[in-house]
């Protein structure tokens, strides 16, 4: 069982930037392939970053050089930096982990809206 626990949601003027933080449960977090995704209204959920155990990074397009996605395994915490954000970053951003052999685990959705 793995249990998530997001934060760093919440209104952002476009340009702005924003870190979301996501905590893990799990003695071997190090282990553990970590991503983000968001789901705006009436969308489907998307891929946003994923960093697996050795630290190897894939983004989607709609976030290349503007997002980062890094991890602390010392303190079991997965990062999403967005930087530049715009209206279309608008959408409930979920964390989630997959550790070796198991079923996925989710957070339960953060806001982030950009707005002026």
């Known amino acids: 069982q793995v249990q998530l626990v997001e934060s760093g949601g919440g209104l952002v003027q476009p340009g702005g930037s924003l870190r979301l933080s996501c905590v893990a449960s799990?003695?071997?977090?190090?282990?553990?392939?970590m991503a983000w995704y968001r789901q705006a209204p009436g969308k489907q959920r998307e891929l946003v970053a994923i960093i697996n155990s050795s630290g190897s990074t894939n983004y989607a397009d709609s976030v290349k050089g503007r997002g980062t996605i890094s991890r602390d395994n010392a303190k079991n915490t997965v990062y999403l930096q967005m930087n530049s954000l715009k209206p279309e970053d608008t959408a409930v951003y979920y964390c989630?982990?997959?550790?070796?052999?198991?079923?996925?685990?989710w957070g339960q959705g953060t806001q982030v809206t950009v707005s002026s």
């Open positions: 989630n982990a997959r550790p070796i052999g198991s079923i996925t685990y």
């Open positions: 799990g003695s071997i977090f190090r282990t553990y392939t």
